[in-house]
């Protein structure tokens, strides 16, 4: 994304692509997220769904996850 965008996304306290997911992701959290982006709702989708589909993304999640299970 555009930078003009990443501010706007950190201005809702969306600071990484996994907080971006995640909250695209939440049913109630979508349209504001897309009104924030000023992208119509499939567009968001498809960005959503690229996340899924990618493996560096994939791999980011799973290191996450697995930093927060306890030792």
Do not use: W
Request: net charge negative; aromatic share 6%.
């Amino acid at each position: 994304m555009k930078e003009d965008k990443l501010t706007r996304l950190r201005s809702i306290g969306i600071c990484g692509t996994l907080d971006f997911a995640l909250v695209a992701s939440n049913a109630e959290a979508y349209e504001f997220v897309a009104q924030t982006l000023s992208l119509p709702a499939k567009v968001l989708t498809a960005l959503i769904d690229g996340l899924h589909a990618d493996a560096i993304f994939i791999r980011l999640a799973e290191v996450k996850e697995a930093l927060q299970r306890p030792l």
